[in-house]
């Protein structure tokens, strides 16, 4: 779909240039600093409650998630991360890669869990 001056209305106009280097790979072993945020960055993880964040039951599924990522890719592990009303951060572990990428897929929905919004070592 176009608008009158001719410019494609279907096609998302971001706002920022982005952050990766161009010609790096990705799927090297390192660290990756990530960030998740809902969309149109509506407050769908929960809300800050005197300060403190309180997990709803979506923000407790992307604990969750990001918890057992490890368990679904084995060449992956997850370091701190803080879950935000709207947003979402985390430090990935890419290990042992060879380049051939960590693979793709979910592995759907997983249980709830009691989030805490930091990883224990």
């Given at each position: 779909?176009?608008?009158?001056?001719?410019?494609?209305?279907?096609?998302?106009?971001?706002s920022?240039?982005?952050?990766?280097?161009?010609?790096?790979?990705?799927?090297?072993?390192?660290?990756?600093?990530?960030?998740?945020?809902?969309?149109?960055?509506?407050?769908?993880?929960?809300?800050?409650?005197?300060?403190?964040m309180?997990?709803?039951?979506?923000?407790?599924?992307?604990?969750?998630?990001?918890?057992?990522?490890?368990?679904?890719?084995?060449?992956?592990?997850?370091?701190?991360?803080?879950?935000?009303?709207?947003?979402?951060?985390?430090?990935?572990?890419?290990?042992?890669?060879?380049?051939?990428?960590?693979?793709?897929?979910s592995?759907?929905?997983?249980?709830?869990?009691?989030?805490?919004?930091?990883?224990?070592?």
């Open positions: 779909m176009r608008n009158i001056a001719g410019a494609d209305i279907c096609r998302p106009i971001w920022r240039r982005s952050p990766r280097l161009p010609y790096y790979d990705y799927s090297l072993a390192g660290a990756y600093f990530v960030t998740v945020c809902a969309r149109g960055r509506e407050c769908r993880f929960g809300d800050v409650v005197n300060g403190q309180r997990t709803n039951v979506v923000g407790a599924i992307v604990d969750s998630v990001w918890r057992d990522l490890p368990t679904y890719c084995p060449s992956v592990e997850t370091d701190w991360y803080v879950i935000m009303p709207n947003h979402f951060h985390g430090i990935l572990l890419l290990v042992g890669s060879t380049g051939d990428g960590v693979g793709a897929g592995p759907g929905p997983l249980p709830d869990a009691n989030a805490t919004g930091n990883r224990e070592r």
